[in-house]
Antibody, heavy 119, light 107 residues
Framework: QVQLVESGGGVVQPGRSLRLSCAAS????????MHWVRQAPGKGLEWVAVISYDGSTKFYADSMKGRFTISRDNSKNTLHLQMNSLRVEDTAVYYC????????????WGQGTLVTVSS | DIQMTQSPSTLSASVGDRVTITCRASQSISSWLAWYQQKPGKAPKLLIYKASTLESGVPSRFSGSGSGTEFTLTISSLQPDDFATYYC?????????FGQGTKVEIK
């Protein structure tokens, strides 16, 4: 069955960096576009970034452009999110999500990993 | 960026009630609209995509309608498992924005 497992979250000081990972299994990872979505504590969902199946195309939410980098390693079935210059307002649970077939947007999600930016 | 506005933010209802949630887009998104259900501490679950297509395994009491800029999610007869927060999401553009959410509470 499809599984997405995020890791790499934790507590980090403002201005520092963190790299999140998402291990995929149960499907042909290299054939699917993948997304990161985040959710601040008690708040709604916020789309972060997307990467095409082969890594050639990437898009970011405006508030993360220039600070976050999405990447993937299809040989290891792993999605990454490199987060630099972190701010207190980046505190959130970060989810990776698969973009489905036949017009499905995000059909499978991981359980999320919590990033806390605090001094 | 396309902005998505949901209403109401909170909805109090009883088991058996018919419930409707509205989502408006700041510009036309054709039918590129999805609805998700999220329960506390859990990842969102896809309910409906392309405005009105029910995801496999989702009960038929859920339905979606609309196109262009105005969309609705309807639960025909609210069940105890349906108390949750619901989000719309546009995927017409590369920036796939969500609505702010509608919490469905027990009346």
């Amino acid at each position: 069955q499809v599984q997405l497992v995020e890791s790499g979250g934790g507590v980090v000081q403002p201005g520092r960096s963190l790299r999140l990972s998402c291990a995929a299994s149960g499907f042909t990872f290299s054939s699917y576009t993948m997304h990161w979505v985040r959710q601040a504590p008690g708040k709604g969902l916020e789309w972060v970034a997307v990467i095409s199946y082969d890594g050639s195309t990437k898009f970011y939410a405006d508030s993360m452009k220039g600070r976050f980098t999405i990447s993937r390693d299809n040989s290891k079935n792993t999605l990454h999110l490199q987060m630099n210059s972190l701010r207190v307002e980046d505190t959130a649970v970060y989810y990776c999500a698969r973009e489905g077939r036949e017009a499905r947007p995000n059909d499978y999600w991981g359980q999320g990993t919590l990033v806390t930016v605090s001094s | 960026d396309i902005q998505m506005t949901q209403s109401p933010s909170t909805l109090s209802a009883s088991v058996g009630d018919r419930v409707t949630i509205t989502c408006r887009a700041s510009q036309s998104i054709s039918s590129w609209l999805a609805w998700y259900q999220q329960k506390p501490g859990k990842a969102p679950k896809l309910l409906i995509y392309k405005a009105s297509t029910l995801e496999s395994g989702v009960p038929s009491r859920f339905s979606g309608s609309g196109s262009g800029t105005e969309f609705t999610l309807t639960i025909s007869s609210l069940q105890p498992d349906d108390f949750a927060t619901y989000y719309c999401q546009q995927y017409n553009s590369y920036s796939k924005t969500f609505g702010q959410g509608t919490k469905v509470e027990i009346k």
